[in-house]
Nanobody, 119 residues
Framework: QVQLVESGGGLVQPGGSLRLSCVGS????????MAWYRQAPGKERELVAA????????????KFLDSVKGRFSISRDNAKNMLYLQMNNLKPDDTAVYFC????????WGQGTQVTVSS
């Protein structure tokens, strides 16, 4: 069955960086778009970043939530079934649980990893 497992969250000071990782299994990772979402307390889950499969050329396209543009980057390693989210210049508003997402036959989610940005 489809499984997504995130890692890399933690506590970081404002202006700091974190890299989140997600490993996927149970599906052909290279064929599906992947995404990172986040959910802060009392707020709805929102799309942070998404990346296309890459196709024959291996070149993926990406999109980002406006508030993270220029600070976050998303990448994937299809050979390792890995998805990454590099987060730089983190702000307190980035505090949330971050989820890995794969839209295969339905939406699949990881268990989430907590990111806390605080001094």
């Amino acid at each position: 069955q489809v499984q997504l497992v995130e890692s890399g969250g933690g506590l970081v000071q404002p202006g700091g960086s974190l890299r989140l990782s997600c490993v996927g299994s149970g599906f052909t990772f290279s064929q599906y778009a992947m995404a990172w979402y986040r959910q802060a307390p009392g707020k709805e889950r929102e799309l942070v970043a998404a990346i296309t499969p890459g196709g024959i050329t291996g070149r993926s396209s990406t999109k980002f939530l406006d508030s993270v543009k220029g600070r976050f980057s998303i990448s994937r390693d299809n050979a390792k079934n890995m998805l990454y989210l590099q987060m730089n210049n983190l702000k307190p508003d980035d505090t949330a649980v971050y989820f890995c997402n794969a839209a295969v036959d339905q939406n699949y989610w990881g268990q989430g990893t907590q990111v806390t940005v605080s001094s």
